[in-house]
């Protein structure tokens, strides 16, 4: 119950709601949500519901432990894993946690060579963004230039491959797995 009422009082003040204004909306009684702030009651799940919905939350963000510390990576912090075959490196930046599945990578390459990626299990979505440079994503055979700002979608399942057109590009990428 200590993760619930915790839950409730972060979404309630985040919101910036009363205890009397949340009660109202979700049609309870205010001793009733404020016995679930304390850490009692037994509340149904219609009373979750309920209380969700005037928050505008999903039930189970109610549920959830505290959202995480910010973490903050300075340029030159991250350990870069380089490449053997071209002249590209691939910083983690934010691991995958158990319940989800991405990976946030910091990517820097230099002209001269592509850097050919197999493809990675079925269902994977690359995200990439241009932050400096330009690049060549190849995918499939099929090519397309990006500059600084450029977002590119593309399935991760295939052979595609990052080739720098200027010195010191930079780009974030997010695999996602489905």
Not at 111 to 118: E, I, L, Y
Not at 128 to 146: F, H, K, N, Q, Y
Request: charged share 20%.
């Amino acid at each position: 119950m200590d993760r619930l009422a915790g839950g409730l009082k972060r979404e309630r003040e985040r919101q910036g709601l009363s205890l009397s204004e949340t009660a109202k909306r979700a049609g309870i009684g205010k001793s009733t949500l404020s016995q679930l702030e304390s850490g009692g009651g037994n509340p149904s799940v219609e009373t979750l519901w309920a209380i969700a919905t005037a928050l505008g939350v999903q039930i189970s963000r109610l549920l959830e432990t505290d959202r995480p510390p910010l973490s903050v990576i300075r340029r030159g912090e991250a350990m870069p894993l380089p490449s053997t075959d071209a002249d590209y490196s691939a910083a983690l930046l934010s691991a995958c946690p158990p319940h989800a599945r991405r990976d946030v990578f910091l990517v820097q390459l230099e002209p001269g060579s592509a850097r050919v990626a197999q493809p990675h299990p079925v269902g994977t979505i690359e995200h990439l963004v241009v932050s400096a440079g330009s690049l060549r994503l190849t995918i499939d055979g099929e090519s397309i230039d990006l500059d600084p700002g450029d977002y590119a979608r593309h399935a991760g399942d295939s052979v595609h491959a990052y080739e720098a057109l200027t010195p010191d590009t930079m780009a974030v990428c997010i695999v996602e797995a489905s």
